[in-house]
């Protein structure tokens, strides 16, 4: 049983307050209070024990009502959702400025009101209850490179061998290939999760994954269709981020090449990111590109990121040691280079350990995904040697 949230709803109009009193009374999760606003600014003037939220019908002195509100440091003010005319741009401005959740347009949708309570109620319990999440991006340096090979492997093999519950959300949202990397065709996908993002509650969520085999859920894109990034923001990825990582142990994102406000809003909150490049002086280049570009936007970029030379050869152009040192990072891993298995294996979609349980490239995305999953890496054999002892040890 949850603790019930306590809402208090502050307004002008008695009958719109007393509207939403009834609506609540009969909530059992709500424990609720009502005050007029009536002379004051400070729409908790008085008030002794802060509720959990203020749902708060602005009026027309509603710039001094949200000033007095926002002199209040954060963690003396409750959620606050707002509600008010929809035509007022200054408002709406001010209000997601000064944090406000949620901003609901009169006349109240009741109905809105309850499922914006829930889920602030779901996220007061998750605070509570804090699992261990863990969120890891998958990042090409160069298109090609191999992130979304590995995003595939990684969290299959983390479902199925690792018995973890895990879902792998492909961010490409134009030409996302996860999908068919493991010969899954989603009916419905990322596009209507994003758009619905607010919304999503574990329940929905389960409508937007598509299974696999492995145990794996993906969240991608439809076949044949291609979202607009612009038409996406990064609110919503965070919504959804944060739904996806309250609902499973592990999350693998495959992140389109791009830095901009979407892909940031993931990199912020991966515990880690893996860097996939390969042997060659342009990737050495735009991966070094890319890495100055993050630790410019985010923090603790080197003690997060994972370097990944995929298709590693020992007497390759370029060598560890000198990638290493062009990039300034201490961790990295090594997928072997194996061309006939990977075409096979992604042509039958089928996740290499499965196709090829003993080859190479296997073992060193086994380790790889053992150590993202925070497992540890399996003791022993000169594979183990070669690849994984030179993988991060977080
Ligand atoms: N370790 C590897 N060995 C051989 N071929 C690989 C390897 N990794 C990736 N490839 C090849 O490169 C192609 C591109 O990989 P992909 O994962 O789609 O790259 P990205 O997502 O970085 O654009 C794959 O379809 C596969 O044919
Ligand atoms: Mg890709």
Partial sequence: ??????????????????????????????????????????????????PDVLLLQVGQNWE????????????????????????????????????????????????????????????????????????????????????????SNLSTFMAEKLKLRVALVDLDLQLGASALCLNLSPKTGIGDALSAADEVDSAALRGYMTHHGSGLDVLANVPHTVIEPTTVTPNQVDHLLTVVAQNYDHVVVDL??????????VLARADRIVLVLQQHLSHLHDAKRLLNALRGHLDDVDNRVTVAINRYEGKGNIGIREIQGALGLKFHALIPNDYKRVCKAEDQGTPLYQYAP?????????????????????????????????????
């Fill in 1 to 50: 049983m949850l603790n019930p949230i306590k809402v208090l709803t502050v307004g002008h109009s008695k009958e719109t307050i007393e509207s939403l009193q009834q609506v609540l009374r009969k909530q059992t999760n709500v424990k609720s209070a009502a005050r007029l606003l009536n002379g004051h600014v400070d729409p908790l003037q008085g008030i002794r024990e802060l």
């Fill in 256 to 265: 389109p090449r791009s830095i901009d406000s979407l892909t940031l809003q």
């Fill in 358 to 394: 003993s080859a190479a490239i296997t073992k060193s995305l086994s380790n790889l995904a053992r150590n993202l999953a925070g497992v540890q890496p399996v003791k022993g054999g000169l594979l183990r040697r070669l690849f994984s002892s030179q993988q991060t040890t977080q």
């Fill in 64 to 151: 001094n009502e949200l000033a007095a509100l926002n002199v209040r440091p954060p963690s003396l003010r409750p959620t606050i959702l707002a509600m008010g005319p929809s035509n007022d741009p200054n408002l709406l401005r001010r209000a997601m400025k000064m944090g406000v959740r949620d901003f609901l347009t009169v006349p109240i949708d009741e109905a809105e009101v309850i499922t914006a309570l829930k889920q602030i109620q779901e996220e007061k319990r998750s605070a509570q209850n804090p699992v261990p999440q863990r969120i890891t991006a998958v990042l090409n340096a160069k298109g090609g490179s191999g992130a979304t090979l590995l995003a």
